[in-house]
């Protein structure tokens, strides 16, 4: 089972563009070190300034000072001090956990947060360490506790290039580090067993990515997404146009609704008019990122616009680990929900309070007293949803028609019983009573904060 390295935020925003030709610098060892610009097209971990550490195993990335120097103050780093013993004595160091490292690089997943294999560790595979001068050290890691391998860019309080470093002995510390190189066999992804599922107009059929690749829509342009932490990432796309791949089996009209759904349980709806628009490029299933065939995650299959223009989408749009469409001629209902606190308004769209549910996917059995019986809803806990906000006692739940609620936020703290829910249990849409939000909670909840009603077609929160 893999051990989960929690570093999305962490280098998702270690991404530093620089302008102007390359440039020479010092590190704090002397060693000279080039700066140079980001490319046009974006990385894993996008190139930024400093010293330079290129690392390689199933797939090959790089990572760099100004990276790191972000990475490190990011939540779940686990960037810290540490005393290790140097000729004798405890020395202190800043350094980070080596397996943050190696986990961007054990298997194929090029995508945060990454996931560091505590198994293929213990089975023992070889490392092997090389600094900017050309000398090496050769690991392999059944014989090392993960825990004792640290990267240190910081000895005695002093700034250094950076180093590893740990409880192991002084002969494998390989200072000014170059180089890591992971004794892993890269993944062929050219050929996979992956099928995309189609479930249109009662049509059901099912897509390799080698048969989508020979049909004539299959296209590779350039495209772009920002996520949550306002970083781009753009690369040149290869797939095929999403609505001339449904129009094969069904003519699809401006008012229908299409939904994908992920590989591991996320579902995203669109409106239909919103993929038949390509005034600025084209919705495409894309499988390939710059020529390569994409993992499993972030692939095999994501949903990203692509066009002479460089379109831009935001990343919850844009769906990754693609399994399955499906069409339903319904009309694609649109809403919002407003976020306030101190005079400030956020306005959430659909589709980003969507992505929020059906990855926290909490569900509740609601006791409704009209109908006499239990009612299974589908949500996200309220305080998951305002986790990127601090300082409110209190939160008020308003609907559309004025009515209010007003909860104690030290009763919704870590409460994943009470929850807004988006659909009912078996992730179909809130009936026109209750849609487009209700705030519910669980019949057997350990606590019912104090004030609660069940509030339907709710539109705004707002905290005090």
């Given amino acids: 089972m893999k051990l989960t390295v929690k570093l999305l935020s962490v280098l998702m925003l270690a991404v530093l563009l620089i302008s102007g030709c390359a440039t020479a610098s010092q590190s704090p060892s002397g060693l000279v070190i080039e700066e140079t610009e980001a490319d046009a097209v974006a990385h894993a971990t996008p190139k930024g300034t400093g010293w330079m550490i290129s690392i390689s195993g199933v797939r090959e990335d790089e990572i760099w000072e100004s990276n790191f120097e972000k990475w490190k103050e990011m939540e779940g780093s686990e960037y810290g001090e540490y005393m290790f013993q140097l000729k004798g004595e405890d020395t202190s160091f800043m350094a980070i956990p080596f397996k943050n490292i190696i986990a961007m690089v054990d ?106 690749e020979k049909l004539p829509y299959y296209i590779e342009d350039k495209g772009n997404y920002t996520n949550s932490y306002d970083n781009n990432f753009q690369y040149i796309w290869g797939g095929v146009k999403i609505v001339d791949l449904i129009e094969e089996y069904a003519s699809l009209t401006p008012e229908m609704t299409v939904v994908i759904e992920a590989m591991d349980g996320y579902a995203m709806s669109y409106s239909a008019s919103q993929l038949l628009d390509n005034s600025d490029g084209d919705w495409i299933l894309a499988f ?75 569900k509740v059995a609601y006791f409704n007293r009209k109908a006499g019986e239990a009612v299974e809803y589908l949500g996200i806990p309220v305080y998951v949803l305002l986790e990127r906000y601090t300082g409110y006692k209190t939160v008020t739940v308003q609907a559309a028609d004025g009515y209010s609620i007003t909860l104690d936020a030290a009763e919704l703290a870590g409460n994943d019983d009470v929850i807004i829910a988006m659909f009912y249990g078996d992730e179909s849409e809130l009936s026109e009573s209750e849609f487009p939000l209700v705030i519910v909670w669980d019949q057997d909840a350990a606590l019912v904060p104090a004030g609660i009603k069940a509030v339907r077609n709710i539109s705004a929160l707002i905290l005090e």
């Fill in 288 to 362: 390939k990122e710059n020529g390569e065939y994409m993992p499993e995650d972030p692939g095999y299959i994501r949903l990203v616009k692509v066009g002479p223009n460089n379109p831009n989408i935001t990343g919850h749009v844009s769906a990754r680990m693609v399994k399955k469409i499906i069409i339903k001629d319904v009309a694609f209902k649109d809403f919002s929900l407003d976020l306030t606190q101190n005079g400030k308004t956020e306005v959430m769209d659909r589709q980003t309070l969507q992505s929020g549910v059906t990855t926290s996917r909490t």
């Fill in 107 to 212: 298997d194929p997943d090029a995508t945060m947060p990454y996931a560091f294999d505590a198994e293929l560790w213990k089975s023992g595979y070889q490392i092997t360490l090389t600094a900017s001068d050309g000398y090496s050290a050769t690991i392999n890691t059944a014989d090392f506790a993960v825990e004792d391998l640290y990267i240190a860019d910081a000895m005695r309080g002093e700034k250094v290039a950076p180093m590893l470093t740990g409880n192991i002995s002084t002969q494998f510390w390989v200072k000014e580090l170059a180089s890591i190189k992971a004794d892993l066999k890269p993944v062929s992804l050219a050929e996979n067993n992956f099928e995309l599922i189609l479930d249109i107009g009662g049509n059901h059929a099912v897509r390799t990515i080698a048969e989508l």
